[in-house]
């Protein structure tokens, strides 16, 4: 069943358009990795997603809800933005402990202290955080902040996960840990999770489907055994196997 869609999208800048994407659908549960050429408007289109960046043109049909992005209103905005999590590729963190980074987004939306406290301490015990909890979050290392963030994404039982390169700047173990984390979220939860990644390994690894971006554009979209075993463009051939794409 689809669940997410964007239809008749385009984000321009300086008059130029940077993306340009008439339709693309991802079923509710599945994890989808999004690669492509550096540029080429991946992170530009999960920040539309997650309503960071306003399209001059296109819809989203946002699990049952249908929106006009460019007329979107602050408030409409807000409470689906709130229905999302969002991973950046380096997150910062308040000036607070880990608990308190990780309980804020619920104490913004007014839970009872004692849910508050429930929620939070389940989510760091996914990310395997609990020993860290009192602790200044910004002393961590950068594989822990990452996972703080994802705690923090995840604490309010989003129905949409996005991640925009999150382990980007991780050391090998570190990536393994959270990919683990996301496994084991997504068993859970079945959460819908888009990941933009230039780790073709963990998109192999993690996804269900791949999306390929170039030039603004998707230019192939599909389950990922087929993505990977027998890409339909040369492009995707091309930077599967490492070479130059123009
Ligand atoms: N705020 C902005 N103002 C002007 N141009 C922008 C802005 N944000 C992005 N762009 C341009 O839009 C294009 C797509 O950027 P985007 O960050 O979405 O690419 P990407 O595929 O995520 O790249 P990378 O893999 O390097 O992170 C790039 O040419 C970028 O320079």
Excluded: W
């Excluded at 009872?112 to 860290?132: G, N, Q, S, W």
């Excluded at 961590?140 to 990452?146: D, I, P």
């Excluded at 603004?216 to 993505?227: H, K, M, V, Y």
């Amino acid at each position: 069943m689809t669940e997410l869609r964007v239809s008749d999208l385009t984000v321009t800048y300086d008059q130029k358009t940077i993306l340009d994407v008439p339709h693309a659908s991802f079923e509710c549960g599945r994890i989808y990795g999004i690669i492509g050429p550096s540029g080429s408007g991946k992170s530009t289109l999960l920040r539309v997603i997650n309503l960071l960046t306003q399209p001059a043109s296109g819809h989203l049909h946002f699990f049952g809800v249908d929106v006009h992005l460019p007329s979107l209103s602050h408030r409409e905005g807000l409470s689906l933005q709130r229905q999302m999590g969002f991973v950046p590729q380096k997150p910062s963190m308040f000036h607070s402990s880990v608990f308190d980074n990780v309980a804020q987004g619920l104490r913004y939306r007014k839970l009872p202290r004692e849910t508050i406290r429930i929620r939070v301490e389940d989510a760091l015990e996914k990310v395997d955080l609990t020993h860290a909890a009192n602790q200044m979050a910004n002393t961590l290392s950068g594989g822990e902040m990452q996972r703080i963030a994802l705690a923090r994404a995840m604490v309010y039982e989003p129905v949409l996960l996005l991640l925009d390169e999150p382990t980007a700047s991780l050391d090998p173990s570190n990536v393994a840990i959270f990919e683990r984390v996301i496994q084991s979220i997504h068993a859970m939860h079945k959460t819908t999770i888009l990941m933009v990644t230039h780790n073709l390994a963990q998109a192999k690894r993690l996804t269900h489907a791949c999306l390929f971006v170039h030039k603004g554009r998707i230019l192939e979209a599909s389950d990922t055994e087929p993505f990977f075993h027998s890409p339909e463009t040369q492009e995707v051939q091309d930077f599967m196997a490492g070479r130059m794409i123009y």
